[in-house]
């Protein structure tokens, strides 16, 4: 089996993670939803790093894991800090800056 | 090349606990289901020779992001109800479309192009990854430290509180609670100075009278206390001893040897 199938694969997830995060009103839900499209953003990148025979893509994978962990840190941060000053993570909640 | 039943086997470990993010109700379950998508995910890496990558997966993955996320769901209370109100009319309907969209367009564009996979495999053992990363690499590792250094500072000050006034100390809030009118010891157990030490019996003060503040207010509200005066009925006229009001609990029968006393 060609290693396309794990594109094909990542492109189901990364939709999985989009329906979440425009669905879900939970912000740690969407915020899954953000990890899960990174993971499959990551997966393509493995995937096509098998398919060309080099392992730059592995270390742009890596790259983006790092990057996740510091985004899942501050966004966490920002949930708490929301939850403090209004007692939910509803994302629907903050329209202050509606018009 | 990969087996077939091993690509499958790691599309029904990913895809499925993911669906829970567009079904499930409960966000713990949510977060549980994430960290079956990580080990599937991880599994493929290795499949993909990917060995470093798949053990980094497990490790930052499932140890400490979703590990995050769970601290932050008991942090803000795992009963927080997701509202089924729809702010954005159709909003799901218009989701719904967008996220097929999105995947038709995917699609179509990975089926036109036509990659002939490497005959070797690539090896991605830790040596092999180590050796691009720093030597090719080495100014990103730089900058994604600062990036790391930052993210975690910038945390710390996200949800540090300062103290707004200063802290009050025991004997400020003693002579508060004085001032207010509250009796300044404690209250007496049930049952002191009482003939009897059982839970449900006040206490009496020096001129005899049952204090009623010594009795746990739990039992006061499945109306398991006695109010005391029976007590003393029984005290002056030991015919009336029979005659107590019948309470939740049982009490002992006090013996005819207290009595003489």
């Known amino acids: 089996m060609s290693p396309m199938a794990f594109v094909y694969l990542a492109v189901v997830l990364f939709v999985i993670g989009a329906a979440a995060v425009l669905l879900r009103r939970n912000a740690i839900v969407a915020f899954m939803g953000v990890e899960l499209m990174l993971n499959a953003a990551n997966l393509a990148l493995v995937a096509f790093s098998r398919i060309h025979g080099t392992i730059d893509g592995q270390v742009m994978a890596f790259f983006v894991m790092v990057v996740a962990a510091a985004e899942v840190v501050v966004g966490l941060a920002i949930i708490i800090a929301v939850f403090r000053a209004r007692q939910t993570i509803s994302l629907d909640e903050p329209a202050e800056l509606k018009g | ?261």
């Open chain 2, 1 to 261: 090349m990969i087996s077939p039943v091993l690509f499958w086997s790691i599309a029904a470990l990913t895809v499925i606990p993911a669906l829970s993010l567009l079904f499930a109700r409960k966000a713990v379950h949510i977060a549980v289901s994430i960290i079956g998508v990580m080990i599937g995910l991880a599994v493929a890496y290795v499949t993909l020779g990917a060995p470093f990558l798949g053990v980094v997966q497990i490790v930052v993955y499932t140890g400490a992001v979703m590990m995050l996320f769970l601290f932050v769901l008991m942090l803000v209370g795992v009963d927080q109800r997701e509202s089924l109100k729809e702010t954005l009319t159709g909003q799901r309907w218009i989701a719904f479309v967008g996220a097929a969209g999105l995947a038709i367009l995917l699609i179509a564009a990975i089926s036109e192009v036509a990659f002939e996979p490497a005959e070797e495999g690539v090896s991605g053992e830790p040596d092999a990854v180590a050796m691009l990363l720093f030597t090719d690499y080495v100014v990103v590792i730089e900058i994604l430290g600062a990036l790391l250094i930052t993210a975690a500072v910038g945390a710390l000050v996200m949800t540090h509180t300062p103290r707004l006034r200063p802290r009050r100390t025991q004997q400020e809030l003693q002579r508060e609670r004085v001032l207010a009118g509250a009796n300044p010891v404690n209250k007496p157990m049930p049952g002191v100075y009482a003939r009897h030490n059982a839970l449900d019996v006040p206490a009496l003060d020096p001129e005899g009278k049952p204090i009623d503040e010594s009795v746990s207010r739990v039992l006061e509200a499945r109306h398991q206390t006695t109010e005391g005066f029976e007590w003393r009925a029984a005290l002056t006229d030991p015919s009336k001893k029979k005659a107590r009001p019948a309470s939740g609990i049982s009490k002992p029968e006090p013996t005819d040897k207290e009595d003489e006393r």
